[in-house]
């Protein structure tokens, strides 16, 4: 059971580490007093989808790891974060 729990974990890694870098990057063109906010709801809603993103890479491939799920990775993370800066100017 344990091991099950790491190997999902582990799976689900790299997408919470892109959303660990995209968050910020996001986060900092908030309004001063709403960029903690700001910084954990892009944290969580990039995660959540790299998350879909390798859990779906997963079933359709039949394993994990293979270089076209991290390929969509970060064209869906860039795609998703792109959407979620829109039209943002300061």
Same mark, same amino acid.
């Given at each position: 059971?344990?091991?099950?729990?790491?190997?999902?974990?582990?799976?689900?890694?790299?997408?919470?580490?892109?959303?660990?870098?995209?968050?910020?990057?996001?986060?900092?063109?908030?309004?001063?007093?709403?960029?903690?906010?700001?910084?954990?709801?892009?944290?969580?809603?990039?995660?959540?989808?790299?998350?879909?993103?390798?859990?779906?890479?997963?079933?359709?491939?039949? %394993?994990?790891? %293979?270089?076209?799920?991290?390929?969509?990775?970060?064209?869906?993370?860039?795609?998703?974060?792109?959407?979620?800066? %829109?039209?943002?100017? %300061?």
């Amino acid at each position: 059971m344990l091991a099950l729990f790491w190997h999902g974990l582990n799976l689900v890694a790299p997408a919470w580490g892109v959303a660990a870098l995209l968050a910020p990057a996001l986060a900092w063109r908030a309004l001063p007093g709403t960029r903690a906010r700001a910084l954990l709801a892009h944290g969580a809603w990039l995660g959540l989808t790299g998350s879909a993103v390798m859990v779906a890479g997963l079933v359709l491939q039949g %394993r994990d790891g %293979r270089m076209v799920t991290y390929a969509a990775l970060v064209a869906v993370m860039g795609a998703l974060a792109a959407w979620r800066d %829109r039209g943002r100017t %300061r």
